[in-house]
């Protein structure tokens, strides 16, 4: 018969102790670990977005400062649309 709880069962083998709040500490502190590294990657993105934004927009100060000529319109309202 198959047990009832295979992952623990593994986590358990792994860690080398049975008892239940070890197995639990081990799982939480995996999972706590897997969670900070998601969260460092998702900030990173954050400030690249904000990069890239702050960018866009010295461009267009740019452009408005050149003065809007006909030509520049369109790729200013562009750049107007993806901020």
């Known amino acids: 018969m198959a047990p009832k709880y295979p992952k623990c069962l593994k986590v358990a083998s792994e860690i080398c102790d049975r ?10 502190c995996r999972e706590k670990k897997a969670c900070m590294s998601d969260e460092k990657a998702y900030n990173e993105r954050i400030e690249e977005v904000k990069a890239r934004m702050e960018h866009r927009h010295g ?4 452009l408005k400062k050149l003065g ?3 030509v ?10 993806a901020e």
């Open 72 to 81: 520049l319109e369109e790729h200013l309202l562009d750049l107007k649309g």
């Open 59 to 62: 461009i267009i100060m740019e």
């Open 19 to 28: 008892r239940v709040e070890k197995v639990l500490e081990a799982l939480f």
């Open 68 to 70: 809007i000529h006909p």
